[in-house]
């Protein structure tokens, strides 16, 4: 599996991957997406992660630069291929592309409902922030995050 910059021609294929609108949620925090919600998101650098040439799974890296960290965002697997090892392939690649900018601190948020994303990111070697830390980076948050650094 290799991780490319992610193409906009796909983000109708992404868009369909949610099953439902509770997994929208989960996953972007919206309700509905829409291939042009997709193609415009522009908070970060977008990746595909693609398999013999076919788009597998998506995420995307929030740099920030001010605060030396890097945020693995919007991440999510075909629904064909979930259960094959291709989410923690794409959070450990991401992972390593955001330790390339020698931040001090990568990581990424997750609903509190999404047990099998959480899963996913513990068995790529993330770990759950300290409470007095999850408090603080829940601040202004539209719902309690579990907050993971890895």
Same mark, same amino acid.
């Given at each position: 599996? @290799?991780?490319?910059?992610?193409?906009?021609?796909d983000?109708?294929?992404?868009?369909?991957?949610?099953?439902?609108?509770? @997994?929208?949620?989960?996953?972007?925090?919206?309700?509905?997406? +829409? /291939?042009?919600?997709?193609?415009?998101?522009?908070?970060?650098?977008?990746?595909?992660?693609?398999?013999?040439?076919?788009?597998?799974?998506?995420? &995307?890296?929030?740099?920030?630069?001010?605060?030396?960290?890097?945020e693995?965002?919007?991440?999510?697997?075909?629904?064909?291929?979930?259960?094959?090892?291709?989410?923690?392939?794409?959070?450990?690649?991401?992972?390593?592309?955001?330790?390339?900018?020698? +931040?001090?601190?990568?990581?990424?948020?997750?609903?509190p409902?999404?047990?099998?994303?959480?899963?996913?990111?513990?068995?790529?070697?993330?770990?759950?922030?300290?409470?007095? +830390?999850?408090? &603080?980076?829940?601040e202004?948050q /539209?719902? +309690?995050?579990?907050?993971?650094?890895?």
């Amino acid at each position: 599996m @290799e991780l490319i910059a992610f193409d906009t021609a796909d983000a109708a294929t992404v868009a369909g991957w949610p099953a439902s609108p509770d @997994e929208a949620v989960h996953w972007c925090g919206q309700l509905e997406v +829409t /291939p042009t919600i997709v193609a415009g998101w522009d908070d970060g650098q977008a990746f595909g992660l693609v398999d013999d040439g076919v788009l597998v799974g998506y995420g &995307e890296l929030w740099v920030d630069e001010e605060e030396d960290e890097v945020e693995l965002a919007r991440l999510i697997v075909d629904p064909a291929r979930r259960r094959q090892g291709v989410g923690r392939q794409l959070v450990s690649r991401l992972a390593e592309r955001a330790r390339s900018y020698d +931040t001090g601190t990568v990581f990424l948020r997750v609903h509190p409902n999404n047990a099998s994303a959480t899963r996913v990111y513990l068995a790529a070697g993330f770990h759950f922030v300290d409470d007095a +830390t999850a408090v &603080e980076w829940n601040e202004g948050q /539209p719902v +309690t995050y579990r907050w993971l650094v890895g």
